[in-house]
């Protein structure tokens, strides 16, 4: 891009996982050797339950609180600390025009309710007639409003005054891959000067982990660290936040910000899953970046076939020091691309990458500064994304 | 000849294909047809039991048999349906290859009461049934198919497997604004030129007894069950909420230079969109309207026109006390003098609110009242709001002098979106 006045910087992050909240406690948890994974209280499911947050800092009202469940309180509390962390909070002006993209699931069912009614349903005389009146009295009115995807986007312009614009992307990982993507081709092409960009998941809910057990994907059993998993393959799911502030380099200057690294380039696919198609489309990705000398900040799931083909790659370029993040703070789907972005961003920023944490010998030490940080985004089911952040 | 750019130096971007299903049936002739006779789609449902509901009345799209039926699996037929039409329409790449990417407006999707239901007699649990009996059932590998049904991202990655679009498809949510959304992202990868053409496509299946209870719950629907023709009435005194409804619409966007380079037919240009959030409250919008007023103004200047130059407006027109003063202040306030010459007719008093592919059908039905020059109605306008003093077509369509073109979408969580269309492109 000619234009250096157009680079998309990254100029703040909020973050909070079962590792902590913020910079400090991430690189911290990352360093550590030990991961912080409950496999007890949704046995046999493994997953990363949220560290203890004090949501009352980021979503002062209780109103506001009540009116969400979980995942939308954890993300609401997420965009807050990046927008501290940008400096922006409280800037009604700007925030007045900040664009927003925000990568969605839904949100909890009412577990009790659904229950009930299942357990009902069986023994009803007329079961339509049943559920009917079931669901009209068991149902909080504003659940739905809880659940709905575009609802997290909707209570971070509530809580937090951003209104320029308001997006909702949904499908997955991809999600999270393509709410930064447009993002930074928006602030490129000068159809944005900054925005708020992340997504929210809470791992510890039944529901959720049914749908991704429908297909097997769920971590069961003991732990082990992503490049592990090969006999018993899975993500754990997570209960992660995260959110960045993208802002054109120009405007950053222009309001003193400092930046935390540089966003230089997204790619995505969605490729056929045949076998080595992963592999493959991570060449041709790879190719598109430049190949560039860099760490990699890795968002393997465990799940199989897509884990061992990334691996297959890495193999081929072994020159690259790999971190898989789903290790420390598992899967987070739709803000883990987002959180591997913050994640690479501080790698970048502090000028280093933290310890292996693989006895299988994915991830390699290095010595030596970091300057470039490469995040791999490997769906699942589908879709791939890469992401080349650089320092500034 | 007509400059390839816009006033802003950007790519012209038109549209060359569109396809559309709803309540009023298949294709764009069948519903031009019922629409500007002033023909509902809106009927009492059949699909199950609405016994003891206050609501009882939708415009559901039965006439498109999906086995099994989930609102995944209708929204996904319907949209297959719309984007056949289009893609015909506008000859654009060959059978199986798109020439861009595909950008969906969806409903969340989530599985539904009968998949609970087998999940539960899986189980074989006789005593009180939970969460616990259902990953038990999940567990068994026998629900595969539940996965690959109900991800958020399904219907995308089929219709971008069908069709052959390029990249990865993008699945998208701003409530009721979603299907402008959709046609708003493609317009914005066009002028950015990452792509010479786009698929926008806006669907939405979700009729079932789950959905009508939240919005019930919510006091959104209307309750006026009989006749259910007469149930939505847009800025009528006696309107009391909206109609759900399902249906889709798919457009062929594409730079003004790439069709005109393989003599495509020019069915309409997207001029300009305008978007803006409301802080508010999660389902009703400020009471100075200062979002909704943006939103349009933000439009209108992205047209590069002045409020004079549009002689339309599709409204939101959903039929709620709420909205429909809403989107009058904020008609009256950008178009002053202007808002009692233009014509602001509500496509939803027929085919009710089609929710997520709102956005997208009512582009369509815009850019057909721009291409014939004929503006559809708001029919059951029976008994004026004095409060709402606009010329809203009321009852029977009308032939008329149209410029250019607004379609309003606001949706819940405060997401606002206003398209500007114009008939052909400009000098």
């Known amino acids: 891009m000619a234009d250096a006045s157009r680079d998309v910087w990254i100029t703040g992050i909020g973050i909070v996982s079962c590792l902590g909240e913020g910079p400090e406690a991430h690189w911290r948890g990352l360093n550590e050797p030990t991961p912080i994974v409950d496999v007890k209280t949704f046995a046999p499911y493994a997953v990363h339950p949220l560290c203890r947050v004090d949501f009352d800092k980021q979503i002062p009202k209780k109103g506001d609180q009540r009116q969400m469940e979980p995942w939308q309180r954890i993300g609401t509390y997420a965009a807050g600390l990046a927008l501290d962390s940008a400096g922006v909070k409280g800037n009604s002006d700007l925030l007045g025009r900040m664009d927003m993209i925000v990568a969605a699931g839904g949100g909890e069912r009412d577990w009790a309710a659904d229950g009930a009614i299942l357990t009902g349903l069986p023994k009803a005389n007329d079961p339509e007639r049943f559920l009917n009146e079931r669901l009209m009295s068991d149902l909080r009115p504003t659940l739905f409003l809880a659940q709905l995807s575009n609802l997290l986007a909707g209570n971070i312009s509530i809580v937090h005054g951003v209104t320029g614009s308001s997006r909702t992307f949904m499908g997955e990982e991809t999600a999270g891959v393509d709410a930064v993507r447009i993002a930074l081709q928006r602030i490129r092409a000068n159809q944005s000067d900054i925005a708020l960009v992340g997504g929210a998941q809470n791992g510890e809910r039944k529901d959720l982990l049914m749908l991704y057990d429908f297909g097997g994907f769920g971590l069961k059993g003991d732990f082990h660290p992503v490049w592990e998993r090969g006999s018993a393959p899975g993500f754990a799911l997570a209960s992660i936040g995260a959110f960045l502030v993208l802002e054109s380099r120009d405007h950053a200057e222009k309001r003193n910000a400092t930046p935390l690294a540089k966003l230089t380039q997204i790619t995505v696919a969605s490729a056929a899953r045949q076998p080595g198609a992963v592999e493959a489309s991570l060449d041709k990705m790879w190719g598109s970046l430049g190949s560039p000398d860099s760490v990699v900040i890795s968002g393997a799931t465990g799940c199989e076939p897509a884990t061992s083909e990334e691996r297959s790659f890495f193999k081929r370029h072994s020159q690259l020091a790999v971190r898989a993040t789903g290790s420390h703070f598992g899967h987070g789907v739709e803000p883990q691309f987002i959180m591997n972005i913050a994640v690479a961003t501080l790698a970048v920023h502090y000028g280093k990458l933290f310890a292996p944490f693989d006895p299988a010998g994915v991830e390699q030490s290095i010595t030596g500064p970091v300057a470039r940080a490469v995040v791999t985004g490997v769906g699942h089911w589908r879709g791939e994304g890469l992401a080349l952040v650089e320092r500034v | ?427």
């Not at chain 2, 015909?88 to 999707?109: H, K, Q, T, Y």
């Not at chain 2, 219709?159 to 390029?166: E, N, R, V, Y």
């Not at chain 2, 066009?190 to 007894?209: F, H, K, Y």
């Not at chain 2, 009692?340 to 027929?350: C, G």
Request: aromatic share 6%; glycine share 10%; proline share 5%.
């Open chain 2, 1 to 427: 000849m007509a400059e390839l750019l816009d006033t802003a130096g950007r790519p012209v971007v038109v549209v060359t294909g569109m396809g559309l299903v709803t309540s009023l049936g298949a294709g764009k002739t069948d519903n031009w047809d019922k629409l500007t006779a002033g023909k509902s789609g809106i009927r009492a449902i059949t699909r199950f039991s609405t016994e003891n509901f206050k609501t009882r009345v939708a415009g559901t799209v039965d006439f498109v048999p999906v086995e099994p039926l989930s609102a995944p699996a209708l929204a996904e037929r319907m949209a297959e349906m719309a984007i056949e039409e289009a893609l015909s329409e506008s000859a654009i790449g060959r059978r199986g290859v798109f020439p861009g990417p595909l950008f969906l407006a969806v409903a969340p999707i989530e599985i539904e009461w009968p998949q609970r239901q087998e999940l539960a007699q899986a189980s074989g649990s006789n005593d009180a049934i939970g969460y616990d009996d259902l990953l038990r059932s999940a567990g068994t590998g026998q629900f595969r198919r539940f996965h690959e049904r109900f991800l958020f991202g399904s219907v995308a990655y089929n219709l971008a497997d069908k069709f052959g679009t390029q990249g990865s498809p993008i699945s998208l949510s701003t409530a009721c604004a979603s299907g402008a959304s959709s046609i708003q992202l493609g317009l914005e990868a066009i002028r950015r030129g990452e792509a010479e053409a786009t698929l926008c496509v806006a669907t939405d299946g979700s009729i079932n007894p789950e959905s009508l209870v939240r919005f019930s719950l919510l006091s959104a629907l209307s309750t006026q069950n009989d006749p259910p023709e007469s149930a939505s009435k847009p800025f009528s005194k006696n309107r009391d909420g909206f109609v759900m409804a399902e249906g889709a619409g798919a457009l062929v966007l594409e730079s003004y230079a790439h069709a005109r380079a393989r003599g495509a037919k020019i069915l309409g240009v997207i001029e300009g969109c305008g978007e803006l959030a409301d802080s508010f409250h999660r389902t009703r919008s400020s009471p100075d309207g200062k979002p909704i007023i943006g939103c349009i103004r933000s439009a209108i200047a992205d047209a590069g026109l002045e409020p004079e130059d549009i002689d339309y407006i599709n409204a939101h027109g959903t039929g709620t006390p709420e909205n429909d003063k809403m989107e009058c202040l904020g008609v009256t306030s950008v178009f002053g003098e202007h808002a009692k010459r233009l014509a602001i007719s509500s496509n939803k008093s027929m085919i009710g609110h089609t929710l997520s592919a709102a956005g997208a059908v009512e582009a369509i039905f815009s850019l057909l009242t721009l291409d014939r020059q004929r503006i559809p109605p708001t029919i059951n306008y029976a008994v004026p709001d004095p409060t709402i003093a606009l010329d809203v077509v009321p009852n029977v369509a009308r032939d008329a002098a149209v410029r250019h073109a607004i379609s309003n979408s606001f949706g819940f969580g405060g997401q606002n979106v206003s398209l500007v269309m114009g008939r052909e492109p400009r000098a």
